[in-house]
C-alpha cells in the first residue's frame, strides 16, 4: 500500500484556499499561503485548470474555483455534446465495418441510446436514438457496468431479466464477465437480448481516463463472430480504434 | 497503376483543408488550417489571399504525410471554395491588390440599393438569374475600381487579373506570374453577377453596366474537365475540378437528378435543388445558379436559397446571452420543454435572405410571457431553422414543378436530432443524413475523379452514398399549420425595422 501522494494534498490544499474566500488569489498569494514554490503551484494549478477546477481570470491572471466543482455529482459531459463530438467517428466505423453504430451513457440503470448510424446498405431502419437498453444483456451496458460509469445494484435486486438462454442472469457470471471486459478493454453480447443478434463495444474516455460512454457494432450473429460464436477479431479493432479516436478528442490523453 | 487516391481542397471562409479520398469515396486523411478574419470597419469581412495560397502549401503536404500517399498516389485535383468572395492581382507580380473581399462583407449596400431602383431587378434576373445583393462579386469590382487609383485602366490594360478563390489558387498552383492559367468554373462565374446564365459566357452588358473590362476576367470552363497540370505543390498532378462550395456539397450529396435537394446546416445554410438542364427562373425569391457541368456535357442548373442566420442562432445563445456552454447544449434545454410555449424567435440579424430578401428586418422575439423560460427560447432557437429551410422549400415547390420528395441534410447542425425531427415534421418529407459528413470536399472529389477517369460514371458515385440516419414526419397537420401561420406573422414583425433605405 502506497503512502499518500504529496501533490494531490497540495491540490485539495489549493482548492480549500481558493474555496474560503471570495477574493481571486494570484499565484504569488497562493504559494506564499500554503509555503509552497512558485513553479510547484504554478503546475498544480495548470493541472487543475485542464480538469475544469480552477479558472484563471483572463484580465487579472488571477486564480479562483472552476465550475466543474459545482456539477461534480452529475455527469460532466452532455450527451448532446458526446454525439456530436463522436459523430464522424462513428461514421468512419459503421462505413469501414458495414454495420450498425449506436452509443450510449448511463441514465437511470440503463443504458441510454445517444447516436445511432445506420447500417450502410440503405435498407429501412428506424433511428433508436433516446431507446433504453438493459445494463447487463447489451454490450454497450456491460461496458458501462466494468468500468464504473453506473451501478448495477438498483438493477440486480430486482432480479436480472432473461431475455434469452444465454442472458447473463446470475450475478456470479455476470461479475466474472465484467472483469474479463476490464482486462480485455472491450465487451461482447452474442444473442444475449434478442436470438441471432450480437454487439462489440468499447468505452469512450474522457479527462482523466473516466468512462463517459460506449460505442458499439452489432448486427446478426453470422456477421459479427466466426462459427464458433466469437466475436471477429476484424470488427473488435474496428471498434476499439474509434472508441480511442473519440477518447483522444474528447482530452483522455492515454487512450 | 499507383493513382490509389483523389485529393480534395476546400478553400472556406474559416479554414482551408486538403483531404483525400479513396475508390469508396472514404476519407483517408485531413489536414486543416485556420486563416485570419479582417474585421476593418462594421460591415467589413476581408481575407488576405497570399495568407491563404500559404495555407494551401501547408495542408496539402500534410495531408499527403499523415496518409503516407506520395504525390504519384494522387490522381487528380478537385478544389471547392467559398463563393463571391473577390480578389484582384497584379499578372506580373502575383501580388494581390489589397485584401480579398469577402462574400459576407456588406460594404457594397449603397451601390446595390440604386442597382434595384435602376436599372432595377428584372434587368438582372433575365441575364444573370440573380437580384442585386452586396452576396455577389460584380458591385464588389465595382466599388474596388471606384476606391482604386488608375485600377480600372489597369485592368483595361491586361495587368490586372479578377478572380475569385478557385481561379486565384489555380494560377498560383499552375505557375503563378510565370505561366498560371487563369479559369474558373461556370458555378463560381454564376455568382458574379456577370455571366450569362443561358449562355454560360461573361454577359457584355453586363460587363459594360458594371464597368468591368474582359481582359481581367478569367476563362469559364466546366465545373470537371482537365485544366491543367500543378506546376507547385503538387508538381505533374493535374487540376480536373473546382466548384463552389455548396455547388460540391450538392454534388457529394449525388444529388445528381432533377428535384433531388440538398441543405447544408452550418453558421448559416444553403439549400439547392437540382433542376436539370432545365433553367428554372425563380417568382419567389431563390436564385437561379449552376450546379455543374461535366465536361462537354449540358450544364445541370439548380435554384437556391441561402439563409442568413442558422446555426449562428445557437452560436449567440451560446456566446451572447450565455445560457449554455456548447452549441450542441442547445438540444438539451430545448428538450426539457414539450413546446415553444408560444414563443418565436426571427433572427434577421442583418436583414433576411431566402426567400424575402429583405434588408431592413432585424431579429424579433415574439411571444414572451412571464411562462417563458430559457428551455422555451431554446426551442424557439432550433424552430427557426426549421421554419426558414420551411419557407425555401415552399418557394422552391413554388418555382418549380418537381416538388421536394426528400431532403437530404449535412452539415455540423445534422447531429442535433430534435432538430432534425423538427424538419421532417415541419417540411412533411423524410430528412436523410449521408454517412460522409464531408459533403463539400466529397464532391469536389467526385467532380475530380470523374473527369480524371478514376471514377467511370455518377452511377458508381451514386452507389458510394449511403444512408445513416433518417428522419420521418411525425406532426399532427393541423398543428403543423397554426404553428407556420404563428412564424410568419413572427416573420412580419420583423421586417421593415430598419428606416432608413441603406443598413448602416
Known sequence: MAGPVQSIERAAAILRLLASGPRRLGLGEVAASLGLAKGTTHGILRTLQNVDFVEQDAATGKYHLGAALLHLGTSYLDVNELRSRSINWADALAARSGEAVRLGAPLEGRVLIVHHVFRPDDTLQTLDVGALLPLHASSLGKVLLAFGSVSLEPAAEAGLEAYTRHTLVAPERLTEALTEVRELGWAAEVQEMTMGEAGIAAPIRGHGGLVVGAIGASGTVERICDAKAVPQPALVSQVRHAAQAISRDLGAARW | ?504
Not at chain 2, 474558373?184 to 459594360?208: F, G
Open chain 2, 1 to 504: 497503376m499507383v493513382e490509389r487516391y483523389v485529393m480534395s481542397i476546400d478553400q472556406g471562409t474559416t479554414s482551408t483543408r486538403c483531404i483525400l479520398f479513396d475508390h469508396q469515396g472514404r476519407l483517408v486523411s485531413v489536414a486543416q488550417r485556420e486563416h485570419q478574419q479582417h474585421f476593418p470597419r462594421p460591415g467589413w469581412v476581408e481575407h488576405d489571399a497570399v495568407e491563404i495560397w500559404h495555407t494551401l502549401r501547408r495542408v496539402v503536404p500534410q495531408a499527403l504525410s499523415d496518409a503516407e500517399v506520395t504525390p504519384d498516389e494522387v490522381a487528380a485535383i478537385g478544389i471547392a471554395n467559398q463563393r463571391e468572395t473577390t480578389v484582384l492581382w497584379d499578372r506580373r507580380t502575383g501580388t494581390p491588390l489589397g485584401r480579398a473581399i469577402v462574400w459576407q462583407d456588406t460594404r457594397t449596400a449603397p451601390l446595390v440599393e440604386d442597382l434595384r431602383s435602376r436599372p432595377g431587378d428584372d434587368f438582372f434576373l433575365r441575364r444573370c438569374g440573380l437580384s442585386p445583393s452586396t452576396y455577389f462579386s460584380a458591385p464588389r469590382i465595382r466599388w474596388l475600381f471606384d476606391h482604386g487609383d488608375g485600377l480600372r485602366q489597369r485592368a483595361e490594360d491586361g495587368e490586372v487579373l479578377f478572380g475569385t478563390m478557385e481561379s486565384w489558387l489555380i494560377w498560383n498552383l499552375t505557375g503563378g506570374p510565370d505561366g498560371g492559367l487563369h479559369l474558373t468554373d461556370v458555378t463560381n462565374a454564376s455568382r458574379t453577377m456577370l455571366m450569362n446564365i443561358s449562355t454560360l459566357d461573361w454577359d457584355e452588358e453586363l460587363l459594360e453596366f458594371f464597368g468591368v473590362p474582359r481582359p481581367m476576367l478569367p476563362e469559364i470552363r466546366s465545373s470537371a474537365e482537365t485544366y491543367g497540370v500543378a506546376r507547385s505543390v503538387l508538381p505533374g498532378v493535374r487540376i480536373t475540378a473546382a466548384l463552389g462550395d455548396q455547388q460540391a456539397a450538392l454534388f457529394g450529396q449525388t444529388c445528381f437528378a432533377p428535384g433531388e435537394a440538398k441543405c447544408t446546416y452550418g453558421t448559416g445554410s444553403f439549400l439547392l435543388l437540382n433542376t436539370g438542364t432545365e433553367l428554372v427562373r425563380s417568382r419567389h425569391g431563390l436564385l437561379t445558379t449552376v450546379a455543374y457541368k461535366i465536361e462537354d456535357q449540358p450544364a445541370v442548373y439548380a435554384l437556391e436559397g441561402p439563409i442568413a442566420v442558422t446555426g449562428a442562432l445557437v452560436q449567440w445563445f451560446r456566446d451572447r446571452l450565455g445560457l449554455i456552454s456548447t452549441a450542441p447544449e442547445i438540444e438539451t434545454l430545448a428538450r426539457a420543454v414539450e413546446d415553444n410555449g408560444g414563443c418565436y424567435i426571427v433572427p434577421a440579424f442583418s436583414g433576411l435572405y431566402a426567400p424575402h430578401w429583405r434588408s431592413d428586418a432585424r431579429g424579433v422575439i415574439v411571444g414572451l410571457t412571464s411562462y417563458i423560460t430559457k428551455e422555451h427560447l431554446a426551442r424557439a432557437v432550433l424552430e427557426a431553422t426549421g421554419w426558414q429551410t420551411r419557407e425555401v422549400v415552399d418557394a422552391m415547390n413554388a418555382d418549380s414543378s418537381l416538388a421536394l420528395k426528400v431532403l437530404k441534410v449535412d452539415g455540423g447542425m445534422t447531429s442535433d436530432n430534435l432538430l432534425m425531427q423538427f424538419l421532417a415534421d415541419v417540411l412533411d418529407v423524410p430528412v436523410v443524413r449521408p454517412m460522409a459528413a464531408e459533403t463539400v470536399s466529397l464532391g469536389a472529389a467526385y467532380a475530380a475523379g470523374l473527369a480524371a477517369g478514376y471514377w467511370p460514371d455518377l452511377e458508381v458515385l451514386r452507389r458510394n452514398w449511403h444512408r445513416a440516419a433518417q428522419w420521418l414526419p411525425d406532426m399532427d397537420p393541423r398543428r403543423r399549420e397554426s404553428e407556420y401561420e404563428n412564424w410568419q406573422r413572427a416573420v412580419e414583425r420583423a421586417l421593415g425595422w430598419i428606416r432608413s433605405p441603406n443598413p448602416p
